[in-house]
Every structure is written in C-alpha cells, then in structure tokens.
C-alpha cells in the first residue's frame, strides 16, 4: 500500500531531551515536508526537500532540522525541544511539483 | 507571498442539503490549487486539484471546485452533503516557481453534518 508512514504516533517528552520524529515514504516521491498543525493557524510548513541532500526552509523553521540522506526517508529532529513546540506534526511527500500531497497520520508531540 | 484565506472557521448544513466552501487566494502567477479533508484523528487527504484547463474541477467522495481568477477564489462544492463528510477542510497554493514546491495551507473550514 502506498503511504506515507511516521513514528511515534503519540509523544510526551520533557524540555531539553532530543527527539526523532521518523518520515518514510514507500511511493518514490521526490518532494516530501514537514508541517505542524495548531488550533486557529492551519498548517504551517516546517521544512521542505526536493531530492536527496536537497532541504530548505518553510515558515517555522526555528527548532528543527531536518535531513534527506535516502529519497525515502526524511525525519524531523527537535535537539532541544520546548513547550511552544507542542503540536501536531505532519509528514507529506509528492512525485512532483502540483501534485499534492499524500500525508503521514500524523504525530502528536506534547513537551513538558 | 502567496496566502490562502477560508472564511469561515465553522459551517453547519443539514444532511442532503448542498455544500459550498470558500478559499481566497493570494499569488502573482496562475496558482497551483488544491482542497484537503481531514477526518478527526486522520492525516490530511487531497480531495482535488486545480493548475490549467477546465475552471471546474471534479474530485473524489463527489466534491467539485471551480476557479475563477477574476475573484481569486476556488470554492469547493457538493449538491448533497453525508453525514460522513464532515470533517475539516483545508484549502491550499503551491509555489512552485524556482524548482521546489512550497505550499501554504488555509487555517480550515469545520464542517458539521445535521441530521
């Protein structure tokens, strides 16, 4: 099944303890980003990567880097996470440029 | 920068009646358009999309769009509205000028389905 897959599904952590939020796509996409989802805001996007080695900022990019070392994988670290960084995160990947997006369950982040 | 505006926050219809969502956009080129449902405690799905040809689009679950540039809207629609659609709905633009793809997202439209 073609999906895009992201682990955990639920975290609790406290400030300060960093953290791997893991993205893997099955589909060959090229394009994949990460977005965070608030009450009142949407979504908002964190980071982006058009291919391999290839990562550039989106709107909230404060707090987080990303990598893209294989065309499947890009996780989400946090290396010092803080409370402002509760939220829900989302993964998404495409084939090409316009044509949307297939999206991850979704993780939910609590920080303490 | 492109911008997506959707109106209203919360929007109640009654089962079987018709459906109209709204979503300004703002970009300076012909944009790329999308709408997305997200069931509660689900991940976003692409219900259609809008980039050139027909300014009426036809998607999955019997949603339609139609993009008029004179008013920088892409409204979705749906004659008959099922309890089963309601959900969040989120309209977007993609920027993909420059060789990468950056989208921005509307805050959501929360539909509620009446029996």
């Known amino acids: 099944e073609a999906q895009v897959t992201q682990n955990p599904r639920y975290l609790i952590t406290v400030t300060g303890k960093k953290l791997t939020v893991t993205c893997s796509q099955n589909?060959?996409?090229?394009?994949m980003s990460w977005y965070r989802q608030d009450p009142g805001l949407g979504l908002r996007q964190i980071y982006y990567s058009m291919n391999v080695e290839v990562t550039d900022k989106g709107d909230v990019p404060e707090g987080y880097k990303v990598s893209r070392k294989e065309k499947r994988n890009f996780p989400l670290i946090l290396e010092s996470p803080s409370p402002n960084q509760t939220s829900l995160y989302f993964c998404?990947?495409?084939?090409?440029?316009?044509?949307?997006?297939?999206f991850g369950s979704g993780t939910r982040l609590t920080v303490v | 920068a492109q911008s997506v505006t959707q109106p209203d926050i919360h929007i109640t219809v009654s089962e079987g009646a018709s459906l109209e969502l709204r979503c300004n956009y703002s970009?300076?080129?012909?944009?790329?358009l999308f709408w997305y449902v997200q069931s509660p405690g689900q991940g976003l799905q692409l219900l259609l999309k809008?980039?050139?040809?027909?300014?009426l689009v036809q998607g999955i679950k019997g949603f339609e769009a139609e993009f008029k540039r004179s008013q920088s809207s892409f409204n979705l629609r749906k004659p008959s509205v099922h309890w089963s659609d309601a959900a969040e709905y989120f309209c977007?633009?993609?920027?993909?000028?420059?060789?990468?793809?950056?989208?921005?997202f509307g805050i959501g439209t929360k539909l509620q389905v009446i029996p």
């Open positions: 977007a633009v993609a920027d993909i000028s420059g060789g990468y793809q950056k989208v921005t």
């Open positions: 998404a990947s495409s084939w090409d440029r316009g044509y949307g997006y297939t």
């Open positions: 589909m060959n996409h090229e394009y």
């Open positions: 970009y300076g080129a012909t944009p790329y």
């Open positions: 809008y980039f050139s040809g027909d300014t």
